[in-house]
């Protein structure tokens, strides 16, 4: 009775010990995929330019060498797509949109804008 017992522990141990690793490996990947994505982030350059103005809601298009992303990694706009970002100055359409110093702003004027994706390069 009591081998019973301990092969039915051990099946049991087995099965857990199974799902912990796979947890495991799942977040192994992810922090792979975060880390390699960071490595991607434009902290300096341009990021595209500014094709529509919407009181302090801009639309900026992306330039051919950068996409956005979310905080989960995906996708949500590339090259010469728009992406949403906010503004407290008088911009103009067809300004530029660079990251100076790791601050995302306006070319010209060095006015801040901000957004809430993530800049990477391709």
Do not use: Y
């Not at 919407?54 to 590339?78: C, F, P, S, Y």
């Not at 100055?89 to 110093?101: A, F, H, Q, S």
Request: glycine share 4%; hydrophobic share 40%; aromatic share 2%.
């Amino acid at each position: 009775m009591k081998l019973k017992t301990s092969n039915v522990t051990v099946d049991h141990d087995i099965k857990v010990l199974t799902k912990f690793r796979k947890k495991l490996t799942e977040e192994l990947i992810q922090q792979n995929l975060a880390i390699e994505m960071a490595s991607n982030i434009i902290n300096k350059g341009e990021i595209g330019k500014v094709v529509l103005i919407d009181g302090n809601m801009i639309q900026v298009e992306l330039n051919d060498k950068t996409r956005a992303m979310n905080g989960d990694w995906k996708q949500l706009a590339g090259p010469s797509e728009n992406v949403l970002m906010f503004s407290d100055n008088d911009d103009k359409l067809g300004d530029k949109v660079i990251i100076d110093n790791e601050i995302l702003c306006l070319k010209k004027n060095k006015s801040p804008l901000s957004c809430d994706i993530i800049l990477c390069s391709l």
